[in-house]
């Protein structure tokens, strides 16, 4: 069964503490690998979208990276304004939708 | 260019009550998307629809849960005689190319039953 996991649920780093968060998953078929930004009462903004092994794209401090069984988001030198939760999600051959994973709520304290 | 619009922004339904849930994708796309988050639980597909066609209902509850997208006007997803489980954001995404590269998402709606 096609599955994405997120790892850790929760992530706490001081102003500046670089860390990654991690997206494994199980697919069959990837079209593609989403990053989406959630903040508390509004709706997810798109960050990145990858597509094969190899992949990697950057955005401000964000970077994504994607391997065949996991992607990563790497944040460098966080500011408390990335705080936020992270969510990624598959598009595969079999359906018409994305598939999220739980999600990892960071908070940057300054 | 307008993003995604949803309304209202909040909704409260007492049981057994009919909820309208309203979306405008933005201009250009043609290719609208509803998913639902749950307290606590993460975002879950609900339906695919393209102008004046259902595409995929596979996330929709059989029962009470109905969406259209007209040829004119916004997609509006329907729950009739809502329960308290049916508590939760709503949120409408929409692309261009139907194949979910790049789908923005609407800023949801959090229905209340009371």
């Known amino acids: 069964e096609d599955q994405v996991t997120q790892s850790p649920e929760a992530l706490r780093l001081q102003e500046g503490e670089s860390s990654s968060l991690n997206c494994s998953y199980t697919?069959?078929?990837?079209?593609?690998l989403f990053w989406y930004r959630q903040d508390p009462g509004k709706g997810p903004e798109f960050l990145f979208t990858?597509?094969?092994a190899g992949e990697e794209k950057e955005k401000e401090r964000l970077k994504a990276t994607l391997t065949k069984k996991e992607s990563f988001l790497h944040i460098t030198a966080p500011k408390p304004e990335d705080s936020a939760t992270y969510l990624c999600a598959f598009d595969n051959n079999a359906g018409n939708m994305l598939t999220f994973g739980g999600g990892t709520r960071l908070m940057v304290k300054p | 260019n307008a993003g995604v619009m949803q309304n209202p922004r909040h909704l409260v339904r007492r049981r057994g009550q009919e909820a309208r849930l309203r979306c405008s994708p933005m201009k250009g796309h043609s290719h609208v998307y509803w998913y639902r988050q749950l307290p606590e639980e993460g975002l879950k597909f609900m339906v695919y629809?393209?102008?004046?066609?259902?595409?995929?209902e596979s996330g929709m509850p059989k029962e009470r849960f109905s969406a259209e997208f007209p040829k004119e006007g916004p997609s509006i997803l329907r729950i009739q005689q809502v329960v308290r489980g049916d508590s939760a954001a709503y949120f409408c995404a929409s692309s261009s190319t139907g194949l979910n590269t790049e789908a923005f998402f609407g800023q949801g709606t959090r229905l209340t039953v009371v």
């Open positions: 990858l597509y094969s």
């Open positions: 697919v069959s078929g990837l079209r593609g």
């Open positions: 629809l393209q102008k004046e066609n259902i595409i995929d």
